[in-house]
């Protein structure tokens, strides 16, 4: 399953790019370990942010 939702580091860049391009999303970083990716987002709503990642 985790390899269906990794990253290549390679694109991390274009990852963020594409949701700091979103209205609702001001900041994003991935962290992304052998056995977990996480991605943390600082947005202006909440609640909108959840509905553009969705």
Aim: aromatic content about 4%.
């Amino acid at each position: 399953m985790r390899e269906k939702l990794a990253i290549p580091e390679a694109q991390w860049p274009q990852v963020i790019q594409q949701l700091c391009a979103l209205n609702h999303i001001e900041e994003a970083a991935v962290l992304s370990t052998c056995n977990r990716i996480e991605i943390y987002l600082v947005a202006l709503s909440q609640h909108r942010a959840v509905r553009e990642v969705t």
